[in-house]
């Protein structure tokens, strides 16, 4: 069965370093999300890409966040400099959607621990 | 306003109970999807179900149920004979069409403890 895969799954890094996440979607989805999911609340959309292109990203924090999908397959998420709210998991999903039917699938996380 | 409300943040059962955990969305849409996702202490989000906006049919599977009510904006999920390894968080979510793309909100999560 087809999986979203992501790495690391955990990170532990210093305030004011930078980290980078990556995703590597479902072969043939087109749409790519990574969402926020701070302790005891639900994931928070951060960017959405439809094919390289980013079609929402409202709710990034651009002065520190940045995101890209270049060829429109696998992305990276990267924080710098980490900040100690930055603490979460962070979420990257796929999603098909062929006009009749819509599917979305998450992968395992990264658990970044920001000391 | 929330667009999907899980009123329930917490609730504890004693095993072999039944257990519904609710959820109320807010959509303009005619076409949209509602899901629920189980989220166990390993911190993966795991599917459980999608329903269009268009098929209000209840849906069984297993020992989870699903309610899909259009006249009240509930997607509501029981679990029948709930067992320990039900413990976990659930998400209801929503997706909309927004500018040609879908676009997914979450509620908050309902935590959900199985007692033995």
């Known amino acids: 069965e087809a999986e979203v895969a992501q790495s690391p799954r955990y990170k532990i890094t210093e305030k004011s370093q930078a980290v980078a996440f990556w995703c590597d979607p479902i072969?043939?989805?087109?749409?790519l999300y990574w969402y926020r999911q701070i302790l005891g609340q639900g994931p928070e959309l951060l960017v959405q890409?439809?094919?390289?292109?980013?079609?929402?990203d409202s709710q990034l924090p651009k002065d520190r966040f940045s995101a890209e999908r270049l060829k429109g397959v696998d992305s990276t998420l990267k924080i710098q400099p980490a900040e100690l709210g930055d603490s979460a998991m962070y979420l990257c999903?796929?999603?098909?959607?062929?006009?009749?039917?819509?599917?979305?699938?998450f992968g395992p996380g990264t658990r970044l621990t920001v000391t | 306003a929330q667009k999907v409300t899980q009123a329930q943040t917490e609730i504890s059962v004693v095993e072999k109970e039944d257990v519904t955990l609710d959820c109320v969305y807010e959509t303009r849409d005619t076409t949209y999807y509602l899901f629920w996702y189980k989220q166990p202490p390993s911190g993966e989000l795991v599917f459980l179900i999608r329903?269009?906006?268009?098929?209000?049919q209840n849906e069984i599977s297993g020992r989870y149920s699903w309610n899909f009510q259009k006249s009240t904006s509930s997607f509501n999920f029981t679990i029948t004979a709930s067992q320990v390894v039900d413990s976990a968080v659930y998400f209801c979510?929503?997706?909309?069409?927004?500018?040609?793309?879908?676009?997914?909100?979450f509620g908050i999560g309902t935590k959900l403890q199985v007692i033995p």
């Open positions: 890409f439809q094919d390289e292109s980013v079609v929402d």
């Open positions: 329903r269009n906006s268009f098929d209000e």
């Open positions: 979510a929503l997706s909309e069409d927004s500018g040609g793309y879908q676009k997914v909100t």
């Open positions: 999903a796929s999603s098909l959607w062929t006009g009749s039917s819509y599917e979305q699938y």
């Open positions: 072969s043939g989805h087109a749409t």
